[in-house]
């Protein structure tokens, strides 16, 4: 059992930037991949980047490549998002998830835990 728990949302200008954290409880974080996905209201839950248990391998969505960063503290079993340059419809819930297994991967299916998500509001 791993428990997710997400933090650094809020509300930021088109253009800023702000750093998404998920903790995850249990000895076992660095055994699975973890990923990022967000919904925005009305809209289904994206793929936004994952990380595979090393680091060695990263795979982000074509609207965010070169905008965020995915990354990873296995000693501090936390999970990163650093976002920069952000836009308006980068306006969602943002959730870590966490999949048994060593490769990133950007279906949701793969993923057996989820956090319960943290706002993030980007204003023009």
């Known amino acids: 059992q791993v428990q997710l728990v997400e933090s650094g949302g809020g509300l930021v200008q088109a253009g800023g930037s702000l750093r998404l954290s998920c903790v995850a409880s249990g000895r076992a974080f660095s055994t699975y991949a973890m990923g990022w996905f967000r919904q925005a209201p009305g809209k289904e839950r994206d793929f936004v980047a994952a990380?595979?248990?090393?680091?060695?391998?990263?795979r982000y969505a074509d609207s965010v490549k070169g905008r965020f960063t995915i990354s990873r503290d296995n000693a501090k079993n936390t999970l990163y998002l650093q976002m920069n340059s952000l836009k308006t419809e980068d306006t969602a819930v943002y959730y870590c998830?966490?999949?048994?297994?060593?490769?990133?991967?950007?279906?949701?299916?793969?993923?057996?835990?989820w956090g319960q998500g943290t706002q993030v509001t980007v204003s023009s």
């Open positions: 998830a966490a999949g048994k297994g060593a490769w990133a991967t950007p279906l949701p299916s793969t993923y057996t835990y």
């Open positions: 990380i595979s248990v090393l680091s060695s391998n990263t």
